[in-house]
């Protein structure tokens, strides 16, 4: 296991510089001394500008890039997001992360104190995921163009035997499964950005996605029929995506989407529709009628899926569209949102 000690000594130079990411002798000092130890495996050793890796049937690739700000948050860090993120766009293919590849647009002027904060977030996140980081990349820019850390990401993982899932699959019956809590990771971001104090604080719920993922699949690859994570646009836009892309009717029911009172309140005092909030550790299941019980109690058994809840249904009506009906007894379409309402929270 890597110290989490920083090994270059702040005391010669305590920020990124330009020379830092020139090619030059502190470019080769931040990867050997900085990155190499804390990454080492036998592909990053090699410092190729590539890997090869082994391969055994399907593979499934994602790649993502991560700007949020500010890159320190409650309950995380954009280490948190780039690992975590990635992880998760490989679980809603119904794969397990393997393999990581790490690319860093780093500020002039950034602390390597943060920067060494950062990367020990990544490597905890990695651990904890199973993955190794095989490959990356490092560039600097000057101050003022690259607002501290920006973090590229490409994913690697596995597809099992029986394992299909994608919205092609989604059927008239099918139910919704809603791994926990919305809105957090959204509300926790813009609090961070405002200024803003509650009773209780708010966390990020930032989140490895795959053992949840997992555990439903070990019960039925079979009955999991499409997987998507609530992240930019929240639930409601997640909703929309694979309405369209099945073409078919969703409808959702307000009472039973778990949301905390305190993410309630701070929506209500910010105007903003939680259904429309991000999430980084949520994703929604779209599962079989016959076997979802069964496969909400597998999500609830795992940490992080304690409230799960079946929150809806997929019906043959109003296709392409999402309806929600309220606790009111009402119905209204929830509709794809229209503009950015909460830039860069990723």
Not at 72 to 97: H, K, R
Not at 251 to 257: D, G, H, P, S, W
Request: charged share 25%; with cysteine.
């Amino acid at each position: 296991m890597a110290s989490f000690e920083c090994p270059i000594p702040i005391s010669d130079y305590d920020r990124i510089t330009l020379a830092h990411g020139g090619g030059g002798r502190l470019t080769h000092r931040l990867i050997t001394k900085l990155f190499l130890p804390l990454f080492s495996n036998e592909y990053l050793q090699r410092l190729h500008d590539g890997a090869v890796i082994p391969s055994d049937g399907r593979m499934a690739v994602s790649t993502d890039s991560f700007v949020v700000s500010p890159y320190f948050f409650p309950g995380g860090n954009i280490g948190d997001l780039a690992v975590n993120g990635t992880v998760n766009d490989l679980a809603m293919c119904g794969a397990e992360p393997k393999y990581l590849t790490l690319s860093l647009i780093l500020e002039e002027g950034l602390l390597l104190k943060d920067l060494w904060e950062i990367l020990a977030t990544v490597k905890r996140r990695a651990d904890e995921a199973g993955v190794l980081i095989i490959t990356g990349d490092t560039k600097v820019v000057e101050r003022g163009k690259g607002d501290g850390i920006f973090i590229n990401t490409t994913g690697i993982g596995s597809v099992a035997e029986g394992v299909h899932v994608g919205p092609e699959r989604i059927r008239p019956g099918d139910l919704i499964i809603l791994s926990g809590p919305i809105a957090e990771h959204g509300i926790a971001i813009m609090s961070v950005r405002e200024g803003l104090e509650f009773e209780t604080p708010l966390r990020s719920d930032t989140m490895n996605l795959w053992p949840l993922v997992k555990a439903m699949l070990d019960v039925s690859r079979e009955d999991v029929h499409a997987l998507r994570d609530a992240t930019r646009g929240g639930v409601a836009s997640a909703l929309n995506e694979m309405a369209r892309s099945s073409g078919l009717g969703m409808v959702i029911y307000e009472e039973r989407i778990p949301l905390k009172e305190e993410v309630r309140g701070a929506c209500e005092i910010l105007g903003l529709d939680p259904l429309y909030v991000a999430n980084e550790g949520r994703f929604l299941a779209f599962v079989s009628p016959d076997r979802a019980e069964e496969l909400l109690q597998a999500v609830r058994a795992i940490p992080g899926g304690e409230e799960a809840r079946i929150v809806g249904e997929v019906v043959e009506e109003h296709p392409g569209t999402v309806v929600l009906r309220t606790a009111f007894g009402g119905s209204r379409v929830v509709d794809m949102l229209s503009g950015e309402q909460l830039p860069r929270i990723c």
